[in-house]
Protein backbone atom coordinates (compact mmCIF):
# COMPACT_ATOMS: atom_id res chain seq x y z
CA UNK A 1 0.00 0.00 0.00
CA UNK A 2 2.77 2.17 0.56
CA UNK A 3 4.37 1.98 -2.84
CA UNK A 4 0.69 2.59 -4.40
CA UNK A 5 0.66 5.68 -2.23
CA UNK A 6 3.77 6.74 -3.61
CA UNK A 7 2.85 6.44 -6.67
CA UNK A 8 -0.70 8.13 -6.63
CA UNK A 9 0.61 11.53 -4.33
CA UNK A 10 3.37 11.51 -7.33
CA UNK A 11 0.68 11.66 -10.59
CA UNK A 12 -0.70 14.85 -11.97
CA UNK A 13 -3.90 15.14 -11.15
CA UNK A 14 -5.37 18.78 -11.44
CA UNK A 15 -8.91 19.28 -11.56
CA UNK A 16 -10.57 18.45 -14.89
CA UNK A 17 -7.51 16.85 -16.10
CA UNK A 18 -7.20 13.72 -13.63
CA UNK A 19 -5.83 11.75 -16.54
CA UNK A 20 -2.66 10.03 -14.63
CA UNK A 21 -4.68 9.34 -11.25
CA UNK A 22 -7.80 8.18 -13.44
CA UNK A 23 -5.29 5.46 -14.97
CA UNK A 24 -3.71 3.68 -11.49
CA UNK A 25 -7.75 3.57 -10.17
CA UNK A 26 -8.58 1.92 -13.43
CA UNK A 27 -5.40 -0.63 -13.37
CA UNK A 28 -5.82 -1.60 -9.72
CA UNK A 29 -9.69 -1.83 -9.86
CA UNK A 30 -9.56 -4.02 -12.65
CA UNK A 31 -7.90 -6.57 -10.07
CA UNK A 32 -10.33 -6.71 -7.89
CA UNK A 33 -13.90 -5.59 -9.37
CA UNK A 34 -16.72 -7.64 -10.77
CA UNK A 35 -16.97 -4.22 -13.31
CA UNK A 36 -15.09 -1.32 -13.98
CA UNK A 37 -15.57 1.68 -16.19
CA UNK A 38 -15.58 5.48 -16.84
CA UNK A 39 -18.95 7.64 -16.68
CA UNK A 40 -19.42 10.54 -18.19
CA UNK A 41 -17.72 12.71 -15.90
CA UNK A 42 -14.53 10.84 -15.96
CA UNK A 43 -15.07 9.14 -12.91
CA UNK A 44 -13.89 5.50 -12.44
CA UNK A 45 -16.56 3.36 -11.22
CA UNK A 46 -15.87 -0.07 -9.52
CA UNK A 47 -18.70 -2.35 -8.90
CA UNK A 48 -18.46 -5.73 -6.99
CA UNK A 49 -21.36 -7.17 -6.96
CA UNK A 50 -23.82 -9.47 -4.64
CA UNK A 51 -25.53 -12.64 -5.74
CA UNK A 52 -28.62 -11.28 -4.16
CA UNK A 53 -31.26 -10.08 -6.40
CA UNK A 54 -32.77 -7.56 -3.98
CA UNK A 55 -29.33 -5.79 -2.55
CA UNK A 56 -29.39 -2.71 -0.92
CA UNK A 57 -26.39 -0.70 -3.18
CA UNK A 58 -23.68 1.79 -1.14
CA UNK A 59 -21.47 3.87 -3.44
CA UNK A 60 -18.07 4.72 -1.67
CA UNK A 61 -16.36 7.71 -3.48
CA UNK A 62 -13.12 8.97 -2.67
CA UNK A 63 -11.80 11.98 -5.20
CA UNK A 64 -9.11 11.94 -8.20
CA UNK A 65 -8.60 15.50 -8.39
CA UNK A 66 -6.24 17.86 -6.31
CA UNK A 67 -5.49 21.48 -5.10
CA UNK A 68 -3.62 22.71 -8.08
CA UNK A 69 -3.88 25.98 -10.13
CA UNK A 70 -4.77 27.49 -13.36
CA UNK A 71 -2.90 30.05 -15.56
CA UNK A 72 -5.28 32.92 -15.63
CA UNK A 73 -2.77 34.76 -18.06
CA UNK A 74 0.38 34.88 -19.79
CA UNK A 75 2.38 38.11 -19.16
CA UNK A 76 4.22 39.28 -22.18
CA UNK A 77 7.58 38.56 -20.13
CA UNK A 78 6.52 35.09 -20.07
CA UNK A 79 5.85 34.42 -16.67
CA UNK A 80 2.36 33.22 -15.60
CA UNK A 81 -0.57 34.91 -13.10
CA UNK A 82 -2.82 32.18 -11.91
CA UNK A 83 -5.64 31.25 -9.67
CA UNK A 84 -5.96 28.56 -7.51
CA UNK A 85 -8.32 25.27 -7.88
CA UNK A 86 -9.56 24.77 -4.62
CA UNK A 87 -9.34 26.37 -1.54
CA UNK A 88 -5.53 26.85 -1.30
CA UNK A 89 -3.17 29.50 -0.91
CA UNK A 90 0.19 30.16 -1.87
CA UNK A 91 1.53 29.32 1.25
CA UNK A 92 -0.01 25.90 1.32
CA UNK A 93 2.48 24.78 -0.51
CA UNK A 94 4.78 27.14 -0.40
CA UNK A 95 7.25 29.17 -3.36
CA UNK A 96 9.12 26.55 -5.47
CA UNK A 97 9.04 24.35 -8.52
CA UNK A 98 5.88 23.71 -10.27
CA UNK A 99 4.81 21.44 -13.08
CA UNK A 100 2.80 23.30 -16.14
CA UNK A 101 0.72 20.95 -18.04
CA UNK A 102 0.73 22.76 -21.39
CA UNK A 103 -0.93 20.60 -24.26
CA UNK A 104 1.97 20.14 -26.54
CA UNK A 105 4.91 19.47 -23.33
CA UNK A 106 5.37 19.71 -19.76
CA UNK A 107 7.25 22.48 -18.27
CA UNK A 108 9.28 23.29 -15.10
CA UNK A 109 8.74 26.50 -13.21
CA UNK A 110 8.80 28.23 -10.18
CA UNK A 111 6.02 29.90 -8.55
CA UNK A 112 7.96 33.36 -6.73
CA UNK A 113 7.27 36.79 -4.51
CA UNK A 114 10.33 38.34 -5.54
CA UNK A 115 13.08 39.58 -3.85
CA UNK A 116 12.19 40.02 -0.02
CA UNK A 117 15.28 42.67 -0.53
CA UNK A 118 12.80 45.47 -1.34
CA UNK A 119 10.73 48.69 -0.54
CA UNK A 120 7.46 50.20 -0.33
CA UNK A 121 8.58 51.19 -4.29
CA UNK A 122 7.40 47.01 -4.60
CA UNK A 123 4.14 47.30 -3.28
CA UNK A 124 3.34 43.96 -4.22
CA UNK A 125 6.10 42.29 -2.23
CA UNK A 126 6.63 45.02 0.45
CA UNK A 127 2.92 44.55 1.73
CA UNK A 128 3.36 40.58 2.46
CA UNK A 129 6.33 41.62 4.43
CA UNK A 130 5.50 40.59 8.19
CA UNK A 131 7.94 43.82 9.58
CA UNK A 132 5.96 46.03 7.05
CA UNK A 133 2.63 46.03 5.33
CA UNK A 134 1.97 42.40 6.94
CA UNK A 135 -0.64 40.99 4.31
CA UNK A 136 -1.49 37.69 4.80
CA UNK A 137 0.57 35.90 0.94
CA UNK A 138 -2.41 35.75 -1.88
CA UNK A 139 -2.57 34.89 -5.52
CA UNK A 140 -2.56 38.84 -6.55
CA UNK A 141 1.28 38.48 -4.72
CA UNK A 142 3.02 35.45 -6.72
CA UNK A 143 3.78 34.60 -10.00
CA UNK A 144 5.10 31.63 -11.91
CA UNK A 145 8.48 32.12 -13.99
CA UNK A 146 8.95 30.23 -16.68
CA UNK A 147 12.22 31.53 -17.85
CA UNK A 148 10.13 30.93 -21.62
CA UNK A 149 9.43 33.58 -24.10
CA UNK A 150 5.84 33.42 -25.15
CA UNK A 151 6.36 31.92 -28.45
CA UNK A 152 8.05 29.14 -26.70
CA UNK A 153 4.93 28.79 -23.86
CA UNK A 154 2.95 28.69 -27.15
CA UNK A 155 4.63 26.27 -28.92
CA UNK A 156 4.30 24.13 -25.82
CA UNK A 157 0.33 24.63 -25.45
CA UNK A 158 0.54 26.74 -22.54
CA UNK A 159 -2.28 29.13 -22.48
CA UNK A 160 -5.20 30.85 -20.37
CA UNK A 161 -6.68 27.68 -18.61
CA UNK A 162 -3.56 25.61 -18.60
CA UNK A 163 -3.54 23.44 -15.29
CA UNK A 164 -0.05 23.74 -13.09
CA UNK A 165 0.43 21.69 -10.09
CA UNK A 166 2.82 21.51 -7.54
CA UNK A 167 6.04 20.12 -9.07
CA UNK A 168 6.62 16.23 -8.47
CA UNK A 169 9.84 17.11 -6.88
CA UNK A 170 8.06 17.66 -3.54
CA UNK A 171 6.10 14.80 -3.57
CA UNK A 172 7.72 12.78 -2.12
CA UNK A 173 6.25 10.44 1.14
CA UNK A 174 8.07 11.45 4.18
CA UNK A 175 7.85 8.41 7.03
CA UNK A 176 8.62 9.71 10.77
CA UNK A 177 7.85 8.67 14.20
CA UNK A 178 4.80 6.35 13.11
CA UNK A 179 3.22 8.43 10.73
CA UNK A 180 3.81 9.60 7.70
CA UNK A 181 3.71 13.16 5.66
CA UNK A 182 3.29 14.55 2.23
CA UNK A 183 1.43 16.99 -0.02
CA UNK A 184 -1.69 15.51 -1.57
CA UNK A 185 -2.93 12.37 0.80
CA UNK A 186 -5.70 14.27 0.40
CA UNK A 187 -7.44 12.63 -1.34
CA UNK A 188 -4.96 10.03 -2.46
CA UNK A 189 -4.60 8.12 0.72
CA UNK A 190 -8.22 7.91 0.66
CA UNK A 191 -7.75 6.17 -2.68
CA UNK A 192 -5.97 3.40 -1.58
CA UNK A 193 -8.02 3.06 1.31
CA UNK A 194 -10.96 1.99 -1.29
CA UNK A 195 -8.46 -0.55 -3.31
CA UNK A 196 -7.46 -2.34 0.12
CA UNK A 197 -11.27 -2.21 1.00
CA UNK A 198 -12.30 -3.82 -2.37
CA UNK A 199 -8.80 -6.45 -2.13
CA UNK A 200 -10.55 -7.46 1.51
CA UNK A 201 -14.26 -8.07 0.49
CA UNK A 202 -13.24 -9.97 -2.85
CA UNK A 203 -12.22 -12.60 0.00
CA UNK A 204 -15.23 -12.61 1.50
CA UNK A 205 -17.26 -13.88 -1.28
CA UNK A 206 -20.79 -12.84 -1.57
CA UNK A 207 -21.82 -9.76 -0.21
CA UNK A 208 -24.95 -8.37 1.29
CA UNK A 209 -25.28 -5.42 -0.79
CA UNK A 210 -23.42 -4.37 -4.25
CA UNK A 211 -21.42 -1.97 -3.35
CA UNK A 212 -19.70 1.17 -5.94
CA UNK A 213 -16.32 2.38 -5.63
CA UNK A 214 -16.57 5.71 -7.36
CA UNK A 215 -12.85 7.64 -7.85
CA UNK A 216 -14.18 10.55 -8.43
CA UNK A 217 -13.81 14.38 -10.41
CA UNK A 218 -13.42 17.65 -9.81
CA UNK A 219 -14.68 17.37 -5.95
CA UNK A 220 -12.25 20.19 -5.02
CA UNK A 221 -14.24 22.90 -7.27
CA UNK A 222 -17.96 21.47 -6.27
CA UNK A 223 -17.69 17.98 -6.04
CA UNK A 224 -18.94 17.56 -9.54
CA UNK A 225 -17.88 14.17 -10.34
CA UNK A 226 -19.63 12.98 -7.31
CA UNK A 227 -22.74 14.49 -8.04
CA UNK A 228 -22.81 12.98 -11.36
CA UNK A 229 -22.47 9.43 -10.28
CA UNK A 230 -24.64 10.04 -7.39
CA UNK A 231 -27.34 10.84 -9.70
CA UNK A 232 -26.47 8.37 -12.33
CA UNK A 233 -25.90 5.11 -10.39
CA UNK A 234 -28.56 3.21 -8.46
CA UNK A 235 -29.95 4.80 -5.41
CA UNK A 236 -28.32 3.92 -2.11
CA UNK A 237 -26.46 5.42 1.03
CA UNK A 238 -23.11 7.78 -0.41
CA UNK A 239 -20.17 7.02 1.50
CA UNK A 240 -17.26 9.59 1.32
CA UNK A 241 -13.95 8.82 2.65
CA UNK A 242 -11.58 11.89 2.95
CA UNK A 243 -9.45 13.38 4.60
CA UNK A 244 -10.48 14.65 8.12
CA UNK A 245 -9.56 17.93 10.43
CA UNK A 246 -7.57 16.68 13.66
CA UNK A 247 -8.12 20.17 15.63
CA UNK A 248 -9.14 20.78 18.98
CA UNK A 249 -12.42 22.60 18.25
CA UNK A 250 -13.86 19.11 16.47
CA UNK A 251 -12.54 16.77 19.38
CA UNK A 252 -10.31 15.09 16.90
CA UNK A 253 -6.73 14.24 17.37
CA UNK A 254 -3.89 12.92 14.59
CA UNK A 255 -3.19 9.76 17.68
CA UNK A 256 -6.80 8.78 17.27
CA UNK A 257 -8.74 6.61 14.95
CA UNK A 258 -11.33 7.14 12.12
CA UNK A 259 -13.04 10.60 12.38
CA UNK A 260 -16.76 9.87 11.75
CA UNK A 261 -18.82 12.63 10.98
CA UNK A 262 -22.05 13.72 11.63
CA UNK A 263 -22.79 16.95 9.66
CA UNK A 264 -20.50 19.53 7.79
CA UNK A 265 -20.75 22.91 6.59
CA UNK A 266 -23.12 21.82 4.02
CA UNK A 267 -25.37 18.61 5.57
CA UNK A 268 -26.32 16.58 8.06
CA UNK A 269 -25.16 13.28 7.42
CA UNK A 270 -27.22 10.30 7.77
CA UNK A 271 -27.64 9.27 11.69
CA UNK A 272 -27.93 5.89 11.58
CA UNK A 273 -25.11 5.16 9.25
CA UNK A 274 -22.85 7.06 10.99
CA UNK A 275 -23.82 4.91 13.91
CA UNK A 276 -23.00 2.30 12.42
CA UNK A 277 -19.47 3.01 10.63
CA UNK A 278 -18.85 3.88 14.68
CA UNK A 279 -20.27 0.84 16.31
CA UNK A 280 -17.86 -1.14 13.71
CA UNK A 281 -14.36 0.96 14.54
CA UNK A 282 -15.39 -0.01 18.11
CA UNK A 283 -15.85 -3.38 17.31
CA UNK A 284 -12.47 -3.78 15.83
CA UNK A 285 -10.40 -2.40 18.35
CA UNK A 286 -9.88 0.94 16.91
CA UNK A 287 -11.43 4.03 18.66
CA UNK A 288 -13.25 6.23 16.66
CA UNK A 289 -13.88 9.87 16.57
CA UNK A 290 -17.58 11.48 15.85
CA UNK A 291 -17.11 15.04 14.85
CA UNK A 292 -19.43 17.71 13.68
CA UNK A 293 -17.40 19.69 11.35
CA UNK A 294 -17.31 23.38 10.09
CA UNK A 295 -15.87 24.06 7.13
CA UNK A 296 -15.74 20.98 5.20
CA UNK A 297 -17.58 19.71 2.65
CA UNK A 298 -17.38 16.31 0.79
CA UNK A 299 -18.77 14.36 -2.56
CA UNK A 300 -21.29 12.75 -0.30
CA UNK A 301 -22.65 16.56 1.63
CA UNK A 302 -22.62 17.78 -2.14
CA UNK A 303 -24.62 14.84 -3.72
CA UNK A 304 -27.39 14.94 -0.38
CA UNK A 305 -27.67 19.09 0.03
CA UNK A 306 -28.11 18.82 -3.56
CA UNK A 307 -30.78 16.49 -3.76
CA UNK A 308 -29.24 13.53 -5.67
CA UNK A 309 -28.71 11.62 -3.15
CA UNK A 310 -31.09 10.68 -0.07
CA UNK A 311 -28.27 9.53 2.50
CA UNK A 312 -24.91 10.57 3.34
CA UNK A 313 -22.47 9.88 5.31
CA UNK A 314 -18.88 10.93 5.87
CA UNK A 315 -15.39 8.68 7.03
CA UNK A 316 -12.68 10.34 7.76
CA UNK A 317 -8.69 9.59 7.57
CA UNK A 318 -6.72 12.06 10.60
CA UNK A 319 -5.06 14.61 8.98
CA UNK A 320 -3.18 17.31 10.48
CA UNK A 321 -2.68 20.31 8.50
CA UNK A 322 -4.96 19.44 5.91
CA UNK A 323 -4.51 21.20 2.29
CA UNK A 324 -1.21 21.96 3.29
CA UNK A 325 1.66 19.45 4.09
CA UNK A 326 -0.48 16.53 5.84
CA UNK A 327 0.45 13.88 8.45
CA UNK A 328 -1.48 11.07 9.18
CA UNK A 329 -0.34 8.05 11.08
CA UNK A 330 1.22 5.15 9.40
CA UNK A 331 -1.85 2.60 10.00
CA UNK A 332 -4.66 5.62 9.22
CA UNK A 333 -5.47 3.71 5.93
CA UNK A 334 -5.51 0.27 7.34
CA UNK A 335 -7.93 1.17 10.13
CA UNK A 336 -10.65 3.16 7.79
CA UNK A 337 -10.07 -0.15 5.20
CA UNK A 338 -10.86 -2.16 8.22
CA UNK A 339 -13.86 -0.40 9.26
CA UNK A 340 -15.00 -0.44 5.55
CA UNK A 341 -14.25 -3.63 5.36
CA UNK A 342 -16.47 -4.49 8.58
CA UNK A 343 -19.57 -2.17 7.64
CA UNK A 344 -19.90 -3.60 3.83
CA UNK A 345 -19.71 -7.04 4.57
CA UNK A 346 -21.98 -7.11 7.52
CA UNK A 347 -25.43 -7.63 7.56
CA UNK A 348 -25.89 -5.07 9.48
CA UNK A 349 -25.82 -2.99 6.35
CA UNK A 350 -28.87 -4.08 4.82
CA UNK A 351 -31.15 -2.59 7.73
CA UNK A 352 -30.35 1.05 6.36
CA UNK A 353 -32.60 0.20 3.72
CA UNK A 354 -35.80 -0.79 6.69
Known amino acids: ?21 RE ?15 DGAGNVV ?24 IVKRVEPDGTLRLSPLGTMYPGNFGLGPVAVLGRQK ?18 RIWETKPDQGDKALDWLHVYAFTGRSTDELADAGVTAGTRVCVHRSKRELVRF ?21 ARRLRAHGSLPVDVYLVFTTGEEVGANGGMYAARALPDGVTIA ?25 LTVYDKPTADRLMDVAARSGLSPQPAVLG ?32 VMAADAVVDAATVLEGFLASEDVRQLDD
Open 1 to 21: MADLLQELVGAYGPVGQEDAV
Open 24 to 38: ICLREAAAVADEVWV
Open 46 to 69: ALLKSERRDAPVVRVMAHMDELSM
Open 106 to 123: ELTAVLTLGSEHTTKESQ
Open 177 to 197: GGYVGSYFLDDRAAIVVLLET
Open 241 to 265: VEVGPTEQEYGTSVHGGPIIAYSDA
Open 295 to 326: AFESDASHSKASGVCPRAALLCLPTLSTHGYE
